[in-house]
C-alpha cells in the first residue's frame, strides 16, 4: 500500500462510508422507508475488516494506480497549509477509491473547463489569476497515458483549493506584516472544498462564492474594475483638515487650532486591491449587532441588521501607539470607572518625583497610593528602596478622570478598550490620532446606552442615573455579547455610491501591498518587538489640565515637582 495511504482504519472506513459511491457501484436506490427491516449483521472478524479496507483502498485501475502515486509522492518542502492539502488531496480521493472529477478518457471535463475559465478571470476578484495557471497545458483531447491525466486531475485539484486559500485571505499572513494587525486567517476546510465543488452543477459559481460575501467588498470590487477599464471615479471630496494638538507636555501655551489645505488621497487599483483583502480577513458573520471602528477614518460606528444606527467620532492611538487591529466581542460597561496608572509611569515619572520627596506630583493628579486595599502617606515610604509596583496608584472616578464617566470592556489580549475623555478639544480636529493605543468616545452616554438598551432595554435616564451616582467602577455585565471590530480600511464605498478615501495613517496599505507582492520578507523590521503596551494615556502630562505658564515660571513648576 502506498504510504501516504496508509491511513487509520477507523479514518478510512469513515470516509468510505461518508463518501458517494462511484456511478460504477451504484444500483437502483429505493428510499429508505420503503426497505424492510432487518437486523444488522454481525461484526466481520478483525482481519477481514482489514482485509476489506485494504481492498477497497488497493488502486483497480492505470489511472488509479497512478493518481495514488501522484498523492504521494515528495515535492520538496511544502507549507504547513500545502500538507494540509495533500492529505485531505489523499483522503479524499481514497474515499472515492480513486475516481477522478475532471477528467476523464476523453481528455478534461466540462467541469474542469468552467474550472480553467473561472481561474483565468481570478484578477476580477482581486486575485493574481498567474498564481492559478496550469503547470502544463490541460489536454484537450484524449490523454496520452494515464500518468499525464494523473497530473491533470491531481493539479486540477490542488488549484481548487489553493484558490479557496487565497480567496480568505491566504496570500499574506497579516500578523506578519505588522504586529499590530492581529487578524487571524480562518479557511474553508479543505475537505469540505473538495467534497462540494465535486458535486456543484456549476464549479466556477462555487469557486466565486468562496470570495466575502460582504456588501462593501462587492461594491469595492466593482470599483476596482471600474478602475481597471480606465473609468474615472466619483470621489467624495476631502473635507478641510482642522489641526488640533494634544495638551502641551510640559504647560506650554497650546497653539492655536488651524485649517489645512486637505489631502486629497487618490484612488488606485493597489489601493483598492489592498482594502478589498483586508474584507477576507474579516469574520464571515459580523454579527447582528456590531460595533465598528475604523482606525484611518477616526469613526466609530453601531450597526444594527445591516443598518447603522449610530456614528461618532473617535480618537485612536498616535502614529508610535498604535491601535491594534483585531475582533473581539464587548462585555462590560462601567460607570463612573477609576484608573489604575500602569507601571510605566509610575516607574518613570512618580518614582523619580517621589524618591526626591516631591509628594505633592500624587496630589495634583488627582492621584493615591493604595496598597492591600487601604490608602498609603507616600511620606511614610522610604522611596530610596521601595518597589513602586508593588503599590497601586489610583485615580478615582470622576469628570477629570482620563476615562472620564464611563468606560467599555471587550477584553482582548492587548488590554485595548473604549472609554469617556475629558479632553473633549481633540474630537474637533479631523486627524484625531491622540491616544496611547486605547478608542475614546465622544459622546459615551448615548454609546452605553446603544449598547444596554439592546442587550438590556436601558433608557437613557437609567444611564444618566447610574452616572450621575458616582458609584465606583459600577460594572453591567453583558447578557449578549456584541462584536466589536477594530478595523483599518482607507477605501470605503458610502451610501450614494461614492468611493471615500482616507490617509494610510499607520503605513499599513504599504505594508499589506507588499504582502500581496510576495515581498513581505523585505519590509523593515518594526522598532519595538516587544508586546503591546497601551492604555488611555501615555504620561501624566495627558491625565490632566495644565497651567497655561510661559517660559518665565518654568522654575516654579520644578520647585512644585509638576512633572
Not at 461594491?219 to 494634544?246: C, F, I, N, Q, S
Not at 462601567?334 to 507601571?343: E, L, M, S
Not at 509628594?359 to 490608602?375: D, H, P, S, W
Not at 468611493?499 to 515581498?519: P, Q, S, T, W
Amino acid at each position: 500500500m502506498p504510504i501516504g495511504l496508509r491511513l487509520s482504519r477507523a479514518a478510512l472506513l469513515l470516509a468510505l462510508a461518508c463518501a458517494p459511491a462511484p456511478a460504477l457501484f451504484a444500483q437502483d436506490s429505493k428510499p429508505v422507508a420503503d426497505v424492510p427491516a432487518e437486523p444488522p449483521p454481525a461484526a466481520p472478524a478483525a482481519q477481514e475488516t482489514e482485509a476489506a479496507t485494504t481492498l477497497a483502498l488497493v488502486p483497480t485501475t492505470p489511472f488509479a494506480q497512478a493518481l495514488s502515486e501522484r498523492l504521494t509522492r515528495q515535492d520538496g518542502k511544502l507549507s504547513p497549509r500545502q500538507r494540509e492539502d495533500r492529505t485531505a488531496l489523499a483522503t479524499f480521493y481514497a474515499a472515492r477509491r480513486h475516481a477522478p472529477v475532471w477528467t476523464g478518457e476523453a481528455g478534461l471535463t466540462p467541469a474542469a473547463d468552467a474550472l480553467l475559465a473561472e481561474f483565468a478571470r481570478a484578477d476580477e476578484w482581486g486575485l493574481d489569476a498567474a498564481a492559478f495557471k496550469p503547470r502544463s497545458a490541460p489536454a484537450r483531447a484524449a490523454f496520452a497515458s494515464p500518468a499525464d491525466q494523473a497530473a491533470a486531475e491531481f493539479e486540477l485539484s490542488e488549484l481548487v483549493l489553493k484558490y479557496a486559500r487565497h480567496a480568505h485571505g491566504g496570500r499574506a499572513e497579516p500578523t506578519s506584516l505588522s504586529r499590530f494587525i492581529d487578524r487571524q486567517l480562518t479557511f474553508v476546510d479543505p475537505a469540505r472544498v473538495l467534497g462540494e465543488i465535486s458535486v456543484a452543477e456549476a464549479p466556477d459559481a462555487y469557486l466565486r462564492k468562496l470570495h466575502p460575501q460582504h456588501p462593501q467588498f462587492e461594491m469595492l470590487r466593482e470599483r476596482y474594475l471600474a478602475l481597471k477599464r480606465g473609468d474615472k471615479l466619483a470621489l467624495t471630496p476631502p473635507t478641510p483638515v482642522k489641526v488640533e494638538r494634544p495638551p502641551a507636555a510640559k504647560g506650554a501655551a497650546k497653539p492655536e487650532a488651524k485649517v489645512e489645505p486637505p489631502k486629497a488621497e487618490k484612488a488606485s487599483v493597489k489601493k483598492l486591491l489592498v482594502n478589498m483583502e483586508q474584507w477576507r480577513w474579516m469574520p464571515d458573520d459580523l454579527g447582528d449587532t456590531y460595533i465598528w471602528v475604523n482606525v484611518p477614518e477616526f469613526t466609530l460606528r453601531v450597526v444594527k441588521d445591516g443598518k447603522v444606527v449610530h456614528t461618532e467620532r473617535a480618537i485612536v492611538g498616535k502614529i508610535d501607539k498604535q491601535t491594534p487591529i483585531f475582533s473581539e466581542a464587548m462585555a462590560q460597561v462601567i460607570f463612573n470607572p477609576t484608573w489604575g496608572v500602569p507601571d510605566s509611569i509610575k516607574k518613570n515619572e512618580i518614582l523619580p518625583n517621589l524618591a526626591k520627596g516631591r509628594t505633592r506630583i500624587l496630589a495634583r493628579n488627582n492621584l493615591k497610593l493604595v496598597q492591600n486595599g487601604r490608602e498609603v502617606d507616600p511620606e511614610s515610604v522610604d522611596w530610596s528602596t521601595a518597589d513602586i509596583r508593588r503599590y497601586s496608584v489610583i485615580q478615582p472616578s470622576g469628570g477629570e478622570n482620563v476615562l472620564g464617566v464611563v468606560k467599555f470592556r471587550f477584553p482582548n489580549k492587548h488590554d485595548v478598550y473604549m472609554h469617556d475623555t475629558p479632553t473633549k478639544k481633540l474630537f474637533n480636529a479631523t486627524e484625531r490620532a491622540f491616544s496611547h493605543g486605547c478608542i475614546r468616545v465622544r459622546e459615551p452616554d448615548k454609546f452605553a446606552e446603544l449598547i444596554l438598551s439592546v442587550d438590556q432595554g436601558w433608557t437613557a435616564a437609567r444611564v444618566a442615573a447610574a452616572i450621575k451616582s458616582g458609584q465606583e467602577n459600577q460594572t453591567i455585565n453583558l447578557k449578549r455579547k456584541i462584536p466589536v471590530h477594530l478595523t483599518y480600511f482607507t477605501a470605503s464605498v458610502s451610501d450614494d455610491g461614492k468611493l471615500r478615501l482616507f490617509n494610510d495613517v499607520y503605513g499599513h496599505e504599504h505594508r499589506i501591498a507588499m504582502g500581496l507582492e510576495g515581498k513581505a520578507h523585505l519590509l523593515p523590521k518594526e522598532k519595538d518587538p516587544g508586546p503591546i503596551e497601551v492604555g488611555p494615556v501615555g504620561s501624566l502630562a495627558e491625565s490632566n489640565k495644565p497651567p497655561a505658564i510661559g517660559p518665565k515660571e518654568e522654575w516654579a513648576r520644578k520647585a512644585l515637582g509638576y512633572n
